[in-house]
């Protein structure tokens, strides 16, 4: 070949490679982004693990109610307990002096002089969280308190993270997480179809 000649592509050679890239796209952008959701479902799942294991270890260490509670201003300066669309959560010590005690201690209402432990946001897109009840409180030995003094419901047993893709099966297992709390205190991730399901049914919240 002389020098000054130069081989490119040909036309064919051009259409059959842009053919394979959108190929490809089309396989791993979909399943990036199905991987990215998974993954924002995970990372709220075990966010509020985290936050349940604090809120238990902190009332063994302190010696008194600690209360997980649904916030719909959780990262305000003055946060408050209560259900609603779109909310995050808070940790607080359910008691403002444990040195004397009061009708508001455990109550699981944030009072004037309680510590805020932890606040988190909600979780953002699509997510959506539910409880059967908007708040977890622990005893002194770091087991749940049954029902909160003063609350018409009972502590929570299941919380239910659900997206817009629902119940369906993503990799043999669902899309959605549960995260159930035992009366001893220790949650535990639910990742299974019809654990899903189950806690849809127990929170009231829609998976379909």
Known sequence: MNAGQHRGFSLLELMVTVLVG????????????????????TTQANDLITGLT???????????????????????????????ANVGYIVFVDDADPLVIAGTDGNAIVDDGELILLQHAPPGGTIDITGDSPYIAFGSNG??????????????????????????????????????????????????????????????????
């Open 54 to 84: 604090l809120a238990r270890a902190e009332a063994v260490k302190r010696q008194v109610p600690i209360t997980l509670c649904a916030s719909p201003n959780a990262t305000t300066t003055a946060p408050t307990c209560a259900l609603g």
């Open 143 to 208: 087991f749940v308190v049954p029902q909160a003094p003063g609350q018409p419901l009972r502590s929570a047993t299941s919380v239910l993270f659900c997206d817009d893709r629902g119940n369906q099966d993503s990799g043999g297992r669902s899309s959605a997480r549960a995260v159930n709390i035992s009366p001893t205190g220790r949650p535990q991730v639910m990742q299974d179809q019809v654990d899903i399901a189950a806690a849809a049914a127990l929170t009231g919240g829609i998976c379909p």
């Open 22 to 41: 959108g190929i490809v796209l089309g396989i791993g952008v979909p399943s990036f982004i199905e991987f990215q959701r998974n993954n924002a479902m």
